[in-house]
């Protein structure tokens, strides 16, 4: 992706945040196919925590706060936190003595998350203006890292997730919702499709977010697929762990879901969580 590309994208969501300081209803992609699917505001079920115009701003394809760990007093961090709805609820989550960060590339978004932030009196929301590839955070600085259907904009997704890894604490964890590509699907189908739900930098597969997380030093890898985004596409959450310093390798503990030889355990956790979620149950990573 081209400098002039990732400014393109930059500005068109600084038109969309503006458009919501205005008063204006606003909607990322095809408005007919995000009508259709649990993205923005459908995604959340209780609308008392947040401002009514912090849900209507929201441009996500999905509501990572479902299984993302949150604990009172935590640090936690929103890639591309838009008009921060996801921030104000987290910021709720770890309150009093815990923050919660937004980072968005938008100064506009970060505009409107400040006014949602004023209207909705929460004191402990911090946001960054920076770009999700570059993290102006120190190293072992959060708990929890969230992001919601931003990630599939990057045009270096792997930089992405080195930089969430850096920036987790050992031990710390990694929530987000986004949108996966079906496994060989045809190249100009999946791409008019990104187009109609707004993934303008192309979505991962399911087994390259994997492979990239893995990379990147995460484990406990967990994706699950929520619903249909469209032709070829699945909005889905993905769950991770930072191992922390100390632990051993699997083979002298006996046992570890975060080495890549006992990977068969973090999969059973995993479709555990699914058919929690199925017979719809909390699930463990709540």
């Not at 706060?65 to 640090?75: K, N, S």
């Not at 989550?93 to 009196?121: F, K, T």
């Not at 570890?256 to 929690?276: G, T, V, Y």
Request: charged share 25%; net charge negative.
């Amino acid at each position: 992706m081209t400098p002039a590309e990732v400014d393109q994208i930059i500005s068109r969501y600084s038109q969309l945040a503006r458009a919501a300081l205005g008063g204006d209803e606003i909607s990322d992609g095809d408005s007919d196919e995000v009508a259709e699917r649990d993205f923005g505001a459908a995604a959340y079920a209780d609308r008392s925590q947040a401002p009514e115009a912090a849900f209507r701003a929201s441009l996500g394809c999905g509501n990572p706060l479902l299984v993302a760990v949150m604990r009172p007093g935590e640090t936690i961090l929103d890639l591309g936190s838009g008009g921060g709805l996801d921030v104000l609820l987290s910021a709720r989550r770890v309150a009093p003595d815990g923050i919660a960060y937004g980072l968005d590339a938008s100064s506009d978004m970060l505009a409107l998350a400040r006014r949602n932030a004023e209207e909705a009196q929460v004191t402990n929301a911090r946001f960054l203006l920076g770009r999700i590839e570059s993290i102006p955070l120190p190293d072992n600085h959060v708990d929890v890292v969230i992001s919601n259907c931003v990630i599939n904009l990057s045009g270096d997704k792997p930089g992405v997730l080195a930089e969430a890894y850096r920036v987790l604490k050992p031990g710390g964890r990694l929530g987000i919702s986004d949108v996966t590509a079906d496994a060989d699907v045809d190249p100009e189908l999946l791409s008019l499709a990104e187009q109609r739900v707004g993934c303008l930098a192309g979505a991962l597969s399911q087994s390259e977010y994997e492979r990239l997380l893995t990379a990147a030093g995460f484990a406990g890898v967990c994706i699950t697929s929520t619903s249909q985004a469209a032709d070829g596409l699945r909005s889905a959450i993905i769950q991770a762990s930072k191992p922390l310093r100390n632990e051993k390798s699997a083979v002298s503990l006996g046992q570890s879901m975060f080495d890549r030889e006992h990977r068969p355990l973090a999969s059973a956790a995993c479709l555990r969580d699914r058919r929690r979620k199925v017979r719809g149950q909390r699930s463990p990573w709540q």
